[in-house]
């Protein structure tokens, strides 16, 4: 017995599918540049739209690049501004 293809896929799958991590996919499904519906938290993700978002990235359409590139932390306060109290200094290795 043949079982039915699947409808929609999650996220872990279509990280396997593709070989991209997990939070790669992430990173596409929150910039919007995978679509994909969200059922009760959980996205949903339909195998023809992931076919649809490869082939335009492969032409090009989408010149991004499908891996996400995490974001560089900084910190919001401005060079030489007091520490909250309580936070420890940072020491740099020596």
Not at 21 to 40: E, F, M, P, Q, Y
Not at 67 to 90: D, E, N
Request: glycine share 8%.
């Amino acid at each position: 017995m043949t079982s039915a293809p699947r409808l929609t896929l999650r996220m872990r799958e279509v990280a396997a599918q593709t070989g991209a991590s997990l939070t790669t996919v992430k990173g596409w499904v929150s910039s919007g540049r995978l679509t994909h519906a969200r059922v009760g938290g959980v996205v949903l993700i339909k195998p023809a739209d992931l076919e649809r978002f490869i082939d335009r990235h492969l032409e090009g359409v989408d010149a991004a690049p499908l891996r996400a590139v995490p974001a560089r932390r900084s910190s919001s306060a401005p060079a030489g501004a007091a520490r909250p109290a309580g936070a420890r200094p940072t020491r740099k290795p020596a």
